[in-house]
């Protein structure tokens, strides 16, 4: 009697938990394939569109490898190579920030924020300005200072562990540190120098050419599914190192390689197209916003990465009265989004 009153047994629970489990994961991969298709579309447009329009049969055509007028040179040879580039790195970009900030439980925890991007910065300014070094040098440079100031700001906030507050704190003293390094540099600067350091540094896609691909694809091949393997790993530790360790997870091993693989990724994202600013900041809380139904955010935030690249990218192209590269564009919507994210941190009594 008393059960007929409550109306729910426990085969009813189960099935209505199981049913609500399957809406979720519908939802979820309604919403991917939705993203997917919103950044085979948008790489649709930066080929065909332009100063000239190609059809899509043209395009098609230049793909497959054959030789049209015209088409041939620019899309095979200036636009492909470009929108290539873009979805790439703005993968690995979305991949490697939500990283950051579902492990340490924070927004503010993106390689533009904890030094990375500006270490990144000062040694390629440092290899073309003071070294007069150019093209793969100045690309080494860059994921060899990435993953180095990645590991100097993991080891001057580690105590007794890694709290994200203070690895955040410190790796904004870092940056701040590298980017008056970088301003010195280009004080000595000559001019054709500086011209060349300035366009590196804005994040720019301009001059995409198959050499730069490839590195970035490769990282991502090698270390992506990495980090989709140490998806579950990853959502554990958003509950605390204590928690995690007492559902069985390797805390230190796991940050480890997630700290190592993210940095990976954003380094050659960065040597290969400059830092094209607040990609990975932006990308992880669009996608959070979007994703309803919960789950890894990996995926949904390298979608939403590489759709913000192809979108700024084309826009700074021709939307406007002249050319702006990519880093500019990315820039304008990240800094106010940035300046709203600490208002209402702020607002709600917590630090940051």
Request: aromatic letters at 6%.
């Amino acid at each position: 009697m008393k059960q007929q009153a409550v109306g729910v047994t426990p085969s009813t629970t189960a099935e209505d938990l199981v049913r609500g489990r399957n809406r979720q994961l519908t939802r979820r991969r309604r919403t991917i394939w939705l993203l997917s298709v919103l950044v085979v579309l948008m790489f649709a447009v930066t080929l065909m569109f332009g100063k000239t329009f190609y059809p899509p049969g043209e395009v098609i055509r230049v793909i497959r490898g054959e030789e049209v007028p015209g088409a041939s040179f620019t899309v095979g040879r200036l636009r492909l190579p470009r929108a290539v580039l873009a979805v790439l790195v703005g993968l690995c970009l979305g991949i490697g920030g939500v990283t950051f900030q579902t492990m340490l439980r924070n927004p503010l925890a993106s390689p533009d924020i904890i030094g990375i991007s500006s270490g990144a910065s000062a040694a390629a300014a440092f290899a073309i300005v003071i070294l007069s070094l150019g093209g793969a040098a100045v690309s080494a440079f860059a994921i060899v200072a990435g993953l180095g100031i990645a590991l100097l700001v993991y080891l001057l906030s580690f105590k007794s562990g890694v709290v994200g507050t203070r690895l955040i704190l410190i790796g904004i003293g870092v940056a701040a540190m590298l980017e008056s390094i970088t301003s010195y540099i280009l004080t000595q600067a000559a001019e054709w120098d500086l011209r060349d350091a300035m366009r590196w540094l804005t994040g720019s896609l301009n001059g995409a050419a198959w050499g730069q691909v490839i590195p970035v694809l490769a990282a991502l091949l090698v270390l992506g599914p990495v980090l989709l393997g140490q998806s579950r790993n990853l959502a554990t530790l958003r509950l605390g190192d204590d928690a995690a360790s007492a559902l069985g997870v390797r805390v230190d091993r796991t940050r480890l390689i997630l700290v190592i693989s993210a940095v990976g990724l954003i380094a050659f994202a960065t040597a290969a197209a400059g830092p094209i600013a607040f990609v990975a900041f932006l990308a992880g809380p669009i996608a959070a916003r979007i994703m309803t139904s919960g789950g890894s955010l990996l995926v949904p935030a390298a979608l939403v990465a590489a759709l913000l690249v192809l979108v700024a990218d084309f826009s700074g192209q021709y939307l406007f009265g002249t050319r702006f590269p990519v880093g500019v564009v990315t820039g304008a919507l990240g800094a106010p989004y940035l300046v709203y994210l600490i208002i209402r941190t702020n607002s709600r009594g917590r630090s940051l």
